[in-house]
């Protein structure tokens, strides 16, 4: 068996640490990542996708919500009105009757002018 020199530990050495402060980039790296996904922003992109902006359309992200919860209401009124009703009773308040309100008048409207 070959006996290793002191040059040859020395170059062990300087290869381990090199390796230990690769590893250390990489779970930086991946922390940054996780804090990223995990960042208020994010979540709500994840279940809201029009709400938070992004450059892919024009508008701003509160337009296009407001958008997409009206095109919701509009295939789904008897889901929406129930969710406006016992978000009111549960303690949804006062705005949330009102935003229901507003969108059953605006449906009310729609169906008024597509008959007349």
């Known amino acids: 068996m070959k006996r290793k020199g002191p040059s040859d530990r ?16 990489e779970v930086a790296r991946g922390m940054q990542q996780v804090q990223g996904a995990m960042s208020p922003r994010a979540l709500v992109a994840q279940v809201l996708p029009g709400l938070v902006a992004n450059d892919s359309g024009p508008g701003s992200a509160f337009t296009r919500a407001g958008g997409q919860l009206a095109g919701w209401y509009q295939r789904y009124p008897a889901m929406a009105s129930t969710a406006t009703w016992l978000l ?29």
Do not use: N
């Open 10 to 25: 020395v170059v062990r050495k300087a290869l381990l640490q090199a390796h230990a402060q690769i590893e250390r980039y």
């Open 88 to 116: 009111g009773r549960v303690g949804g308040g006062k705005a949330i009757q009102m935003v229901g309100l507003v969108l059953a008048v605006s449906k009310a409207i729609g169906m008024a002018r597509r008959r007349g």
